[in-house]
T-cell receptor
């Protein structure tokens, strides 16, 4: 399976601080990458798709093919951003089957 | 809104029981998936289906089987439940990006 690494299990920042959640993947070519988010007691939901290049809830992610990274960033964290975040590239050879990182739990402190 | 509905939010079963987890989606998606979610391990793919009666194993299919008799329904079956199958089970439907169900927390005692 495609390997995806989210090096931080836990990340804690203060409100208003910049936040970056790291994601590295092993893949050659131009994968379609996703970030998913799970807020407390809610279902996992799509946060961001690489191909759409949208900024959702103030988050952005740039695909760096040289570093094979797809880090998620937000310039000013909010308390409501506290959640579990998963990076999800596709399985090798598949456009629709995703593999998920182990997740980063982000806590934004007041 | 795409809806993916998992029939049970919580289940408690005994070791050795046959367990059925049901998932229904209402957007005519061809692709459906079953994952299990465990702390520190993230989501791991158990099985997926790309059409009616079509299925493929994921990364951890041992001890599980699936059924997809109708496009909208994808069932996960634990043939003989064991305690190491205690987990949160997530169903997803996909056209371009996933929509997840709310999950079934299964406890095997």
């Amino acid at each position: 399976a495609q390997r995806v690494t989210q090096p931080e299990k836990l990340l804690s920042v203060f409100k208003g601080a910049p936040v970056e959640l790291k994601c590295n993947y092993s893949y050659s070519g131009s994968p379609e990458l996703f970030w998913y988010v799970q807020y407390s007691r809610q279902r996992l939901q799509l946060l961001l798709r690489h191909i759409s290049r949208e900024s959702i809830k103030g988050f952005t992610a740039d695909l760096n093919k040289g570093e094979t990274s797809f880090h998620l960033k937000k310039p000013f964290a909010q308390e409501e951003d506290s959640a579990m975040y998963y990076c999800a590239p596709p399985y090798l050879g598949s456009n629709y089957k995703l593999t998920f990182g182990k997740g980063t739990l982000l806590t934004v402190n007041p | 809104d795409v809806k993916v509905t998992q029939s049970s939010r919580y289940l408690v079963k005994r070791t050795g029981e046959k367990v059925f987890l049901e998932c229904v989606q209402d957007m005519d998606h061809e692709n459906m998936f079953w994952y299990r979610q465990d702390p520190g391990l993230g989501l791991r793919l158990i099985y997926f289906s790309y059409d009616v009666k079509m299925k493929e194993k994921g990364d951890i299919p041992e001890g599980y089987s699936v059924s997809r008799e109708k496009k909208e329904r994808f069932s996960l079956i634990l043939e003989s439940a064991s305690t190491n199958q205690t987990s949160m089970y997530l169903c997803a439907s996909s056209h371009y990006g996933y929509t997840f169900g709310s999950g079934t927390r299964l406890t095997v005692v």
